[in-house]
């Protein structure tokens, strides 16, 4: 019998191996179920048995003690960078700090911010951190505000490679648009277009996808940026490239008053209402975060299958929140979860949600902590077209997550899903295993140095925020585009 500290990290243990813990997340034919004292064995990347410990066989036992042992999280809108979201929590309006272009930034000409190496480094560093929060499949999503235009195939490869080494189970396709958004020399907004740059990204993105086609961990996925940054017949051939792939595509719409309005100037209706009508809208599709759909955009979500993906954290920070879960189950809408910013901590974000459902409604009867641990689960395994997993099972994936239920913060401890959320932290994870192979055992990513990645991430990031004055409207310095929360202590100030 051995534990934590004997488990392979990086590697799959030979032969059939097993987990034994205080509880674990069965799914059977009868549905979802809590073992206690229970042990699931493993073989190469399957799941082999699940059931009371001592009643299954194996070669190798590891026994981790007081923990839930649990399918690992499904986040469909994955954070892969450098969380810049964080600079808009104080900042804003986010169109005079840099979270939209000036005309002088784009006649001047765009450029990459971050080099080759440096676009690489934070796809690996992004993974390791979503393996730490207890993330098995990701689809990543990252910010082009401080791009020339794009996401690239080259930098999709090596996230590829990045995901493959790391291990962790990946839906990747680099994002691309039509258009962006415009702040003009009087402040005001605008959309500016170039179709043909659009359909180049589309086209590298399909050559990308076709090369993955077929990979165990690595997926391809179609991800075009923005609703109001994509015209009508790049959404139409992107589709039809779905179709012909078979992959999914995610379109984030229906989530701020600047898409609201600018859609609404371009198409006359909301984002939902025009995909409707181009023919868009399909089960195919994985759409977040509908914080400012209308009850008919939901109802059109509904009828055409789409996965509305919920990311109560990003929401909330920005002053939204999902009008509501509750709502929108009961209506029969699809709803997955993502996490889209730092922390990229889906725990953290099943409490947000929570307690936003239960706020919007003025119900605390409203949803549950299984609601949410199901759509993190579950619910995007379903959106992927996938029932292998997202749920722990007799012939399914070995993707699992181990979580801590004897850490000092998780007491009194009740049921283990809800003493979960109660502790409002992915930091518990103690382990994540993907496709059998153990990818991180207490903040440890095999091959990775955390302490190191995390000092140059820091640096990464003070130089990226050091341009900006570059890409604001105005071009302010850096002091008066993020001021301090409090004015610093100078050499003639004494406390």
């Known amino acids: 019998m051995s534990g934590f500290a004997d488990l392979p990290l990086g590697q799959q ?61 499904v986040d469909l809108d994955a954070l892969s960078d450098l969380d810049t979201t964080l600079l808009g929590f104080d900042y804003h309006p986010g169109a005079r700090k840099g979270r939209v272009w ?8 765009p450029y990459e911010m971050y080099s080759p190496e440096e676009l690489e480094f934070q796809k690996r560093y992004a993974f390791a951190q979503l393996l730490c929060n207890g993330i098995t499949t990701a689809a990543p999503i990252a910010s082009l505000f401080y791009r020339e235009w794009g996401e690239t195939v080259t930098e999709f490869e090596a996230a590829a490679v990045a995901a493959k080494e790391l291990g962790l189970r990946v839906w990747l396709g680099p994002a691309y648009r039509s ?20 359909y180049e990204g589309l086209a590298d993105a399909i050559s990308f996808a076709e090369r993955w086609q ?44 600047m898409e609201v309005d600018t859609v609404q100037r371009l198409h006359g209706m909301t984002a939902p209402a025009w995909l409707n009508e181009i023919g868009c809208l399909n089960a195919r599709l994985l759409a977040p975060h509908a914080t400012n759909a209308t009850d008919d955009d939901l109802v059109l979500y509904r009828d055409a299958g789409v996965t509305v993906v919920h990311c109560p954290l990003v929401a909330g920070r920005h002053g939204g929140a999902l009008q509501s879960f509750a709502k929108l189950r009961d209506m029969g809408v699809r709803l997955a ?49 996938r029932d292998d997993i997202g749920r722990l099972r007799v012939g ?27 502790g409002a932290t992915g930091r518990v994870t103690r382990a994540t295993i993907v496709d059998g192979r153990l990818s991180m055992r207490d903040g440890q990513v095999a091959g990775f140095d ?9 640096r990464q990031f003070d130089d990226l925020v050091a341009k900006y004055p570059d890409r604001t409207w105005g071009h302010p310095p850096i002091s008066e585009i993020f001021p301090p929360s409090y004015p610093y202590l100078t050499g003639g100030n004494h406390v």
């Open 179 to 198: 258009g962006g958004m415009v702040v003009e020399e009087d402040g005001t907004l605008s959309a500016d277009f170039d179709e043909a740059r659009g």
């Open 450 to 458: 955390m302490a190191k990645a995390r000092a140059r991430a820091q």
């Open 396 to 422: 399914g994936k070995a993707d699992i997550a181990v979580f801590d239920m004897a850490d000092q913060a998780m007491a009194p401890a009740i049921d283990p899903i809800q003493t979960l959320i109660l």
């Open 337 to 385: 979860m993502g996490t889209d910013t730092a922390p990229p901590d889906m725990v953290l974000n099943m409490v947000i949600g929570m307690a936003a459902c239960r706020i919007v409604e003025n119900d605390i009867a409203s949803c549950s902590a299984a609601n949410f641990f199901d759509a993190a689960t579950t619910a995007g395994a379903d959106a992927l077209g």
């Open 214 to 257: 077929g990979d165990d961990l690595v997926r391809p996925m179609l991800a075009p940026d923005r609703v109001e940054t994509c015209t009508k017949h790049l959404l139409r051939r992107t589709m039809q490239a779905a179709d012909s792939l078979d992959c999914p595509v995610r379109l984030h719409m229906a989530q701020g008053q």
């Open 102 to 109: 000036p005309r002088s930034y784009v006649e001047r000409g």
């Open 13 to 73: 243990p030979k032969g059939r191996w097993s987990l034994k813990g205080r509880w674990i997340v069965a799914d059977t034919e009868a549905g979802r179920h809590l073992l206690t004292d229970g042990e699931i064995v493993i073989e190469g990347g399957r799941i082999l048995e699940i059931g009371k410990a001592g009643e299954v066989s194996a070669e190798a036992s590891f026994n981790l003690g007081d923990v839930l042992i649990a399918p690992g999280f």
